[in-house]
């Protein structure tokens, strides 16, 4: 603990985010693992709703330490909801939700290999676009270069596994919109942790994802059927690959710029490249391995620039 002390702001703030993106990088294996039998409509929006129960389980926490007589300044704040823009909830909320079902109707269209290069591909050239035209905050060359071939690599890794099907041209929008959501939920989240605590941004914004979500899902895939199994991944998908892993990418926000942590975020198709090659037993293709190695490159690049910033 006494080394993290000395780090920077934007070095601790990089790697939380990067720890976020390690274990968003467990879903496809913890759903290939039990969650087979749901529609992803619901995998998707129970996520949201276990994600948000784990925040108010947080928040409980934090308010009874509070009362036990631990001053905790994020305890207090978090009992003040009306420093939050309710305009802002809404637009991070819509984006978390949005991200949900445009990525998975998406991939339903186009596959899974095109679908994610797609999405997450187009995810920084979003953000660092929104930053730099809507926010006014453009990023210098070194970081658009970074995150160009990061990006490359990321598509390289995906396409590996793709076939060479004709992808559905309204799957493509699907996925771009997923990225733009998942871009804009990222910029609007820096402004959120920036007022409130993370706990308390986190309970507005997936509650708020959960309600949208929730009656979607029961019109595009009907009455869900749970099964033991399915309902495991769920509850793991929403205790830690929204729940920790969105209190990391959120105390990681508050340092680092939006359009970065999107970036970082492309350490999740190396994490799930990782497992499929150390759990699931995959042979990957020289094409992948090249992939890896510029996302990694790429992402040296990225940090570079914004400890530079």
Do not use: D
Request: hydrophobic fraction near 55%; aromatic fraction near 8%; charged fraction near 5%.
């Amino acid at each position: 603990m006494a080394g993290m002390t000395t780090l920077s702001p934007s070095t601790r703030g990089i790697a939380l985010v990067l720890l976020a993106s390690t274990l968003w990088g467990t879903t496809g294996t913890a759903q290939s693992l039990g969650a087979g039998g749901l529609s992803p409509f619901w995998v998707g929006a129970a996520q949201l709703a276990v994600a948000s129960m784990f925040f108010a389980v947080l928040l409980g926490i934090g308010r009874l330490l509070g009362r036990s007589g631990t001053n905790e300044p994020a305890t207090s704040a978090a009992a003040r909801p009306q420093r939050l823009s309710l305009r802002w909830v809404a637009l991070a909320s819509a984006g978390v939700a949005g991200y949900s079902i445009c990525f998975y109707a998406g991939v339903q269209l186009t596959g899974v290999g095109v679908g994610t290069a797609v999405a997450i591909g187009s995810g920084p050239i979003w953000a660092g676009l929104i930053q730099a035209m809507v926010l006014r905050s453009p990023l210098i060359g070194l970081w658009w270069m970074g995150t160009a071939v990061s990006v490359g690599g990321g598509v390289l890794m995906v396409l590996s596994k793709s076939a060479a099907a004709a992808p559905s041209w309204w799957g493509l929008v699907l996925c771009l919109l997923a990225g733009l959501s998942y871009a804009s939920y990222a910029l609007v989240n820096k402004r959120l942790v920036a007022q409130a605590p993370t706990s308390w941004v986190n309970f507005c914004v997936f509650t708020g994802a959960a309600v949208v979500a929730l009656p979607l899902a029961g019109l595009l895939a009907g009455v869900p059927r749970f099964s033991l199994p399915s309902l495991a991944v769920v509850v793991y998908l929403g205790v830690v690959v929204s729940g920790l892993a969105y209190v990391a990418f959120s105390s990681g926000l508050r340092h680092i710029a939006g359009a970065t942590s999107v970036t970082l975020t492309l350490v999740e198709p190396v994490a799930a490249f990782v497992l499929a090659v150390a759990i699931v037993g995959e042979r990957q293709s020289l094409m992948a391995w090249s992939g890896l190695g510029l996302v990694l490159l790429g992402l040296l690049v990225v940090i570079r620039a914004e400890l530079r910033r």
